[in-house]
């Protein structure tokens, strides 16, 4: 199998130490389901209920993250059925285990070929690529366009307009990833301003 490491990979330190634990992608999906369905205070059978699966069909694969189990193969219908009914963004899936470089260090197996570290798992799953491949370049171009068209008009305008006046892919790609550090912090701005709406809304109302 060929071995894929991010460039912030975590080599050299005493996480090479722990002994190594193999998981497939899928089994870090099943326990992510696991975990996020706890959070959302949801039973496997409510769970099931909401996206077409019954009680024992979730039990299965949510457990099927153990190891000697026999693996899931998860799709991207149903995948995303998940991240709607938990309500979480389908990149926390593929979020790596709470315990990696506790008492082991985890490597992700996908589709059979390809290893990768648990921190080049999280940068494919939650970082925007830099790296000026055409791929890169057309996944920027693509989220450019989706942010103009579905983000809340206050970020989603000026993060368009701001894409549109640069002019080499490398300073796009660089600008892309200041962005993204800062869109928790806009989308927070835009909650708070809706949430004042509301609440101005209903004083109103009540006068």
Avoid: C, W
């Avoid at 998981?23 to 959070?39: D, E, G, K, W, Y």
């Avoid at 959302?40 to 979730?58: F, I, P, R, Y």
């Avoid at 000026?158 to 790609?173: G, N, V």
């Amino acid at each position: 199998m060929r071995r894929v490491t991010s460039p912030n990979d975590r080599s050299g330190s005493s996480y090479d130490a722990l002994p190594e634990t193999e998981l497939s992608v899928n089994q870090v999906v099943a326990a992510n389901i696991r975990t996020f369905r706890i959070a959302a205070g949801l039973t496997q059978k409510q769970l099931g209920e909401m996206v077409g699966l019954s009680h024992e069909n979730v039990s299965n694969m949510e457990r099927s993250a153990e190891p000697g189990r026999t693996r899931r193969q998860f799709d991207a219908d149903l995948i995303a059925a998940f991240a709607l009914a938990i309500g979480v963004p389908v990149t926390a899936f593929f979020l790596p285990p709470a315990d990696d470089g506790t008492t082991t260090r985890y490597v992700a197996v996908a589709a059979d070929q390809l290893t990768a570290d648990m921190r080049t798992l999280f940068d494919i799953a939650t970082t925007e690529p830099a790296d000026g491949t055409p791929a890169a370049r057309a996944y920027v171009d693509r989220l450019r366009l989706a942010i103009s068209v579905y983000a809340s008009p206050l970020p989603g305008g000026e993060l368009s307009r701001y894409f549109e006046d640069l002019t080499t892919e490398e300073q796009r790609a660089a600008a892309l990833e200041r962005v993204r550090q800062q869109l928790p912090a806009l989308r927070s701005v835009v909650a708070d301003l809706d949430r004042l709406e509301t609440s101005l809304s209903e004083s109103s109302d009540h006068d």
